[in-house]
């Protein structure tokens, strides 16, 4: 399968954030059709009641519940929900690292793994609980806090 236009990866990666609830509509929109929009999503899984904004995200988000994985790595046979997925992970087998940390020169196979890591030199952390204002450098603390996992030792309250 050839390697994706620029635009087509462009696209994926807007659905990505999307999908994680993160994306604004894009930076051409204005800011009073941004603070209007970006709440508005009427597209529901009948699975997990997950909200959207554009169907064809919750056509692909759908895919996590059948496990559907259309994309399949032609070296090892993972397969993904997303080809901007797949392409990702085929740099786990060539070898390449094209993001890398501008503090200490660490390469990395995802940009995402560059920022978490980056935060280990800035000192951020971004993720704050409610509850008790404890803030961590990655989402995923955060989450095991407050699902109660680390409530004991992390949490003050």
Do not use: W
């Given at each position: 399968?050839?390697?994706?236009?620029?635009?087509?990866?462009?696209?994926?990666?807007?659905?990505?954030?999307e999908?994680?609830?993160?994306?604004?509509?894009?930076?051409?929109?204005?800011?009073?059709?941004?603070?209007?929009?970006s709440?508005?999503?009427?597209?529901?899984?009948?699975?997990?009641?997950?909200?959207f904004?554009?169907?064809?995200?919750?056509?692909?988000?759908?895919?996590?519940?059948?496990?559907?994985?259309?994309?399949?790595?032609?070296?090892?046979?993972?397969?993904?929900?997303?080809?901007?997925?797949?392409?990702?992970?085929?740099?786990?087998?060539?070898?390449?690292?094209?993001?890398?940390?501008?503090?200490?020169?660490?390469?990395?196979?995802?940009?995402?793994?560059?920022?978490?890591?980056?935060?280990i030199?800035?000192?951020?952390?971004?993720?704050?609980?409610?509850?008790?204002?404890?803030?961590?450098r990655?989402?995923?603390d955060?989450?095991?806090?407050?699902?109660?996992?680390?409530?004991?030792?992390?949490?003050?309250?």
């Amino acid at each position: 399968e050839d390697d994706p236009e620029p635009l087509q990866i462009k696209e994926e990666q807007e659905e990505e954030l999307e999908d994680e609830g993160r994306d604004c509509g894009g930076v051409n929109r204005k800011k009073t059709q941004h603070a209007d929009e970006s709440t508005d999503r009427p597209y529901t899984c009948s699975v997990c009641n997950k909200n959207f904004r554009i169907k064809s995200i919750l056509t692909r988000h759908m895919k996590t519940h059948t496990g559907e994985k259309p994309y399949s790595c032609s070296v090892c046979g993972k397969s993904f929900i997303q080809r901007s997925y797949l392409h990702t992970h085929m740099n786990s087998h060539s070898g390449q690292k094209p993001h890398t940390c501008s503090f200490c020169g660490r390469g990395f196979t995802q940009v995402g793994n560059m920022n978490a890591h980056i935060r280990i030199h800035t000192g951020e952390k971004p993720h704050s609980c409610t509850d008790c204002g404890k803030s961590f450098r990655e989402k995923a603390d955060l989450i095991n806090k407050t699902n109660n996992v680390l409530v004991s030792i992390l949490c003050p309250r």
